[in-house]
């Protein structure tokens, strides 16, 4: 069955009717009905299938960003990249139930942690902006940088990690993704039952729009190319050499 995304399911077109028909057949018929726009709904909801995402890169014709690697002097300079919607859920079996009937896929460690009591969804809806930036941009010259480290300089630049269900949430509501880009989410890590702390990656490998963990002990080795979501910190940004983070396994 082709997709049939804002296709109206009609159920008065019933032909050739018996006279015994009216109450098991309005029966067998609603209930084929309420089946079908059940199907058609999901259908046109589904937006992170490998199609769907071929589909609105095509469209949109969108790529990674090749941009040049330029130092950033301060946040306050940086645009929005994106603006987002977050505490539009009561809880987290709603933002997992939104994620499944999007057909986004959740990797293992990333599926642990969101069911962790420590994840959190907001009970105010609130417009948050996001920006992107590589840990070249943070001023990083080495191949890879220190998580604990790419933080620190973030925050110095006056960036601010994000809430946890930034994660989800822009996932659910970032379906253009370009095919190859990994955005790594800058948040407090979140342990899973074995005690290791994840933090999550919003990524479109190819084969459809995911949801991914990843290692978010303050020692792990991030490439400088790598890009992270950020807010922008409301706080006082600390004195040069006092650049501090509080990081699981630091």
Known sequence: MGRTAGRKVSCHAIQGRSPGWHHGGMLIVATLCIACTLLFESEAVAQCSARDV????????????????????????HPVWKTIRTGTFANFFA??????????GIGNSAGEILARPTFTVSATKTSVELFTVSAAELGFRTDTALLADIYARAKRLGFGLAAAEVGPQLRLQYFDQPIGEFLIIGMEPIRTWQGAP??????????????????????????????????????T??????????????
């Open 54 to 77: 071929l589909r609105n890169n095509l469209k949109l014709k969108q790529a990674p960003s090749d941009r040049p690697q330029v130092p950033i002097k301060s946040a306050a300079d």
């Open 95 to 104: 933002l997992s139930n939104a994620l499944d009937a999007a057909g986004c």
């Open 198 to 235: 994840v933090i999550l990656n919003v990524a479109n490998g190819g084969a459809g729009l995911i949801l991914i963990g990843q290692d978010g002990s303050a020692d792990a080795q991030i490439p400088a190319a790598s890009r992270f979501v950020f807010v922008r910190s409301h706080e």
């Open 237 to 250: 940004a600390p004195a040069e050499g006092q650049e501090a983070v509080t990081l699981v396994g630091r």
